[in-house]
């Protein structure tokens, strides 16, 4: 059986990227296509679990531009050839395109003759290049979200995961860590707490040997979408900051109280103010403030929903109060914000 290329598609548009897909046999010409990308986010992401081969992508995207992905992508390191493809004959951009080594750059609409000349381009410089392989880094392991069971070969003491949605979580050079995929996220187990995080990733609780999929995942998702790390332990104490902080995220919705917060754990309030302030670093007030503000932020730029159901999801009770503390944090009403950051 011959060789085939691993080839990703990156095209903004469903249709576009159909069409893409079908205008010629791709297996034919010696490709077969491995991932499919509506945004330069995700097809780094891609990029890093699937090493393709060669990438043709489109220029125009809503996140980032095709010759940003393809930067990206270059300083993973990644080798691979790309074509880039606009609906704009763009002199600057193809000369760009060309200093990146790209192998073409078509104009749309597209034609089969076009593509198939590009195709066989591809091929002849894959051909004659030497394809070096990340062979040193585990293959990504595939978790279900649902039902998360990470297998025994991934076993470590006091584990932690790094979940991301928006990065490729997988281009940092992070010893022993063992790249996940879990759902639409990028995850890398790792068996030590980090100095720092990567932007936009979230940090599970520790759990001895990744036993608990099921927390791992809940709680990494808590440090990501509330954009918190969890505080680590001081001192012969019944209880942690981080349990608060996990449960101050799970009642994020509602109007949370330090009376309700006394109640759930069976101490008093002045306790849990002392503990709190002293391994976080924050007021309970201030952390509920700025994991909502955050939350917010995600929504508006990541969801569709509207700006009441933001609100909403946020512990924001007063839609109004909402909107002024927004501008009030980040200097721009929430619908203005939305407009200017909309990654989808």
């Known amino acids: 059986m011959k060789q085939l290329y691993k080839l990703m598609l990156v095209d903004d548009e469903p249709w576009a990227l159909s069409g893409m897909e ?7 010409a010696g490709f077969t296509i491995v991932a499919r990308c509506s945004c330069g986010q995700e097809a780094i992401l891609q990029a890093r679990l699937c090493q393709p081969d060669a990438i043709v992508t489109d220029i125009r995207m809503p996140d980032m531009s095709g010759i940003q992905m393809i930067h990206a992508i270059r300083e993973i390191p990644l080798p691979v050839e790309c074509v880039v493809v606009s609906a704009y004959s763009d002199f600057e951009v193809a000369r760009e395109a060309i200093r990146l080594s790209a192998v073409y ?13 590009v195709a066989l381009l591809l091929k002849e410089k ?3 290049s030497v394809r070096p392989r990340h062979t040193d880094r585990p293959a990504p392991l595939r978790i279900d979200w649902e039902h998360p069971i990470f297998p ?7 584990g932690r995961l790094l979940l991301s949605d928006r990065m490729a979580l997988h281009a940092y050079n992070i010893p022993k860590a063992q790249p996940v995929q879990i759902g639409s996220f990028a995850g890398l187990l790792v068996n030590t707490r980090l100095p720092e995080l990567p932007p936009d990733t979230g940090e599970s609780l520790p759990s001895p040997g990744f036993g608990d999929g099921e927390m791992l995942i ?5 440090s990501l979408d509330g954009g918190f790390r969890f505080a680590s332990a001081t001192g012969d104490t019944p209880l942690a900051a981080a349990d608060i902080q996990l449960y101050l995220w799970e009642h994020l919705e509602e109007e949370v109280t330090l009376k309700m917060l006394a109640g759930a754990f069976y101490l008093t309030e002045t306790y849990i103010c002392d503990l709190f302030k002293k391994q976080v670093g924050e007021t309970v007030l201030e952390f509920l403030r700025r994991i909502r503000l955050h939350r917010a932020i ?7 929903l509207t700006l009441r159901e933001v609100a909403s999801k946020c512990g924001y009770s007063d839609y109004s109060y909402f909107g002024r ?20």
């Open 126 to 128: 894959l051909d004659r």
């Open 298 to 304: 995600r929504l508006l730029t990541g969801s569709r």
């Open 22 to 28: 079908e205008i010629i046999d791709w297996e034919a």
């Open 325 to 344: 503390h927004f501008k009030a944090e980040t200097g721009l009403p929430p619908e203005l914000y939305r407009k200017q950051n909309r990654i989808s």
């Open 218 to 222: 809940h709680s990494a998702y808590a």
């Open 105 to 117: 750059y078509l104009v749309k609409p597209l034609s089969a003759a076009d593509v198939h000349e």
């Open 152 to 158: 025994k070969k991934a076993k470590r003491v006091n």
